[in-house]
């Protein structure tokens, strides 16, 4: 008996080209790990007590679904004092990650072939979560000459009449730009202009190195920004799976605690334990991963540097975009991994504007890092040399 065919869309979204790469390297013992970011850090111990705490006296049971009260007003206090933004508890809704928060607004917000504008290069989830929500994802580009940080004029031009949201990162995957205040300011006043929502995903709100993190909150006048935090990357509990987003419409504060009450029924209760004593403990060790972070970009960026690698320097975030000489960046990821045992993410996964490149994690440990970047160099030279002499053969006739 033949069954039905799905009939969804979520059916046809496409897989992302960095969990291929994943997949295949943890088939090799050998791999070196630089595909995926992942922070290498332990949660902190006083994270691990708390959830420990609470499974022995057994507070693990449903909460309210848009999460515990405790956690929400813990989470607007946070964002209040850190970005400088007057939050409520009410405004704060508990989700499961900060893609878990942009995936809940796509379904919430948009009707089917509505467009969201996301950045390209891209994180791959914006546009499965799009394609989910029956809506159309559409690029604006950031550009590597510019460290990728978008022109407001030109996010502005791809608006049309079926554009009803734009997505913004800033610390971004996977380039590492980190936008400054006017341009946020200038993505805030597209979103006016043209009624979108601006939906901020900001879960590497944590991590810069030279310029701070402006979020589009600041410059949000009318509550048409709703920002996406996590802590993930900030505390390292990335499968405790917890995140927060601050929605100032009150309207879909409730249609967000309906959608997760049709599907998570409520966020996990030992994640949010962790999440409410990662948020109000001590927050030393968020300093000292920042730093390490910063010391493995000043690491890599001279290695590249010394063998002549172009890449991007990053501002923020744990993520590296290289120039590695071939627009093949998949055929050349694939030929790392096999000959030379090193993930990284091919360029094409990221959209047009990463073709010719390729992105490795900061996050992995610096020996692996520096090791693995040392024989993608080697690698590119032998792909550069390649390419150059078959295009000589193809020059000469040959
Ligand atoms: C830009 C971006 N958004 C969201 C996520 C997912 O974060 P979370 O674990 O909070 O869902 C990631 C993880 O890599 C990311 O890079």
Not at 150 to 159: G, H, N, Q, S
Not at 194 to 218: G, I, K, M, R
Not at 236 to 255: I, K, N, S
Not at 343 to 349: E, K, L, N, S
Request: hydrophobic share 45%; glycine share 8%.
């Amino acid at each position: 008996m033949p069954r039905p065919a799905p009939s969804s869309p979520v059916a046809r979204i496409p897989r992302s080209g960095i969990r291929t790469l994943m997949d295949l390297a943890l088939r090799d013992p050998r791999a070196i790990h630089l595909e995926i970011g992942e922070p290498d850090s332990a949660p902190a111990p006083h994270v691990v007590d708390a959830v420990a705490a609470a499974a022995r006296d057994g507070r693990t049971g449903y909460t309210s679904s848009l999460g515990l009260s405790t956690l929400r007003a813990a989470a607007a206090d946070r964002v209040h004092r850190t970005h400088r933004r007057p939050t409520t508890p009410d405004e704060v809704v508990v989700t499961h990650g900060a893609m878990h928060g942009l995936a809940m607004a796509m379904a919430t917000l948009l009707a089917p072939g509505d467009e969201v504008l996301l950045p390209d290069p891209t994180f791959p989830n914006w546009q499965m979560a799009a394609i989910a929500a029956s809506a159309v994802p559409r690029a604006y580009p950031t550009r590597a000459a510019h460290g990728f940080v978008p022109d407001p004029a030109e996010v502005e031009a791809r608006v049309t009449p079926r554009t009803r949201a734009m997505v913004v990162c800033s610390p971004n995957n996977p380039t590492g730009a980190v936008y400054p205040d006017d341009v946020v300011a200038g993505l805030v006043e597209v979103a006016r202009r043209h009624d979108l929502w601006l939906l901020s995903d900001e879960c590497y709100e944590a991590v810069t190195f030279d310029a701070p993190h402006v979020s589009p909150l600041a410059h949000d006048t009318d509550g048409r920004v709703i920002a996406f935090f996590s802590t993930s990357k900030t505390y390292a509990l990335t499968g405790w799976r917890t995140g927060y987003a601050v929605v100032p419409d009150p309207d879909v504060v409730e249609a967000f605690g309906h959608l997760a009450e049709a599907t998570i029924a409520c966020p996990s209760t030992p994640g949010q334990v962790a999440a409410l004593a990662a948020l109000t403990g001590p927050q030393d060790g968020v300093a000292a991963a920042v730093a390490s972070y910063r010391e493995r970009r000043d690491a890599a960026c001279a290695l590249l540097t010394a063998r002549g690698v172009r890449h991007v320097e990053p501002q923020g975030a744990f993520y590296l975009m290289i120039d590695v000489g071939t627009q093949a960046t998949e055929e050349l990821a694939h030929r790392l991994l096999a000959r030379r045992h090193v993930a990284v993410a091919p360029g094409t996964t990221f959209g047009e504007e990463a073709a010719g490149m390729v992105r490795v994690s900061l996050a992995a440990p610096r020996d692996p890092l520096l090791e693995g970047l040392g024989r993608l160099a080697d690698e590119i030279d032998v792909t550069v040399v390649g390419d150059r002499s078959a295009a000589a053969l193809a020059s000469s006739g040959a």
